[in-house]
């Protein structure tokens, strides 16, 4: 079975993806742009350094331009936004907001499916910055529903993808709210990265047909997002009905049906042929 394209079960990334593409806070050269989202830059608690205080750079006020008019790009204008972070980039390729505008350059190549240089921005935005939990979580996500079997390199792309969602879980629990969110604003945050992690992991696990934890993975993501994936909803269907427990498979097609989305009708049908055989299998004993 194909799994549907990776456009027709886009995850809504909530408050967070909306193209913000805020810093650090506390970066003395930053004070006066827009406060951060988690979404885009998200910090984690570090322990205290006994290292000595190394005095900032002082600031380019070009530089500090360019980087606000990439920022300030609107979010649904991805080719400006391409443009401006290449030529930043290009201009500027010791830039104290590489890994900002290495992370703004992953999701807009994402919103352009130019997925391999998507992932080249976000091997250089973790290089500079390996615990932004946002670049590991969108491209850990993308990858397993970007899959193709016949890749050469198809396996090597799942343990990454696992190792990055992995790691982001492992990382939430420690990151640092921004100042400019409100603590309901910062939790929701929280929880929908986990949920879209989770996804994440769980289409890796269907990729290598684990189709067992495949199923637990989808169903913690679709009980943790405020809007579940369509396509969660489809592949645990699939999950459960590999594993023949086909009343679960059915209520998840029916979930995925009553979404609208490219697998919807698709849903719609295997719901009911699945259904059919809940109906004949023998009644199982009462413990």
């Known amino acids: 079975m194909n799994v549907p394209s990776i456009r027709s079960g886009i995850r809504i990334l909530g408050i967070l993806l909306a193209g913000s593409l805020a810093v650090a806070p506390g970066l003395s050269a930053q004070q006066e742009q827009k406060p951060p989202s988690l979404k885009q830059d998200t910090q984690t608690k570090q322990a205290p350094s006994a290292a000595p205080q190394v005095e900032p750079p002082k600031s380019d006020p070009e530089e500090d331009a360019a980087y606000k008019a990439f920022y300030d790009v609107k ?17 500027y390729p010791n830039s104290k907001y590489g890994s900002q505008v290495y992370a703004g350059l992953t999701q807009a190549y994402y919103g352009k499916e130019q997925y391999d240089k998507m992932y080249a921005a976000a091997d250089k935005a973790l290089a500079l910055k390996p615990d932004n939990v946002d670049v590991l979580v969108l491209v850990g996500w993308v990858i397993p529903h970007n899959y193709d079997p016949n890749d050469m390199d198809a396996d090597r792309r799942l343990d990454k993808a696992e190792g990055y969602l992995t790691h982001a879980l492992a990382l939430l629990p420690t990151v640092v709210k921004p ?30 047909q684990d189709w067992d934890k495949s199923a637990k993975e989808l169903d913690q993501a ?26 679960e498979s059915a209520d998840a097609y029916q979930k995925c049906a009553q979404m ?21 299998q023998p009644a199982q004993p009462k413990p």
């Open 75 to 91: 979010a649904d204008a991805l080719d400006q936004r391409i443009k401006l972070g290449e030529q930043f980039l290009q201009r």
């Open 179 to 208: 100042d400019n969110m409100t603590d309901d604003q910062f939790a929701k945050a929280k929880t929908e990265n986990t949920a879209m992690a989770h996804s994440g992991l769980g289409l890796v696990d269907f990729r290598r």
């Open 222 to 247: 679709v009980k943790l997002s405020a809007k579940p994936d369509q396509v969660d909803y489809f592949v645990m269907g699939r999950d459960l009905q590999l594993l023949k427990r086909y009343a």
């Open 260 to 280: 609208p989305g490219g697998v919807q009708d698709r849903c719609k049908q295997l719901g009911n042929d699945v259904k059919k055989l809940a109906a004949s």
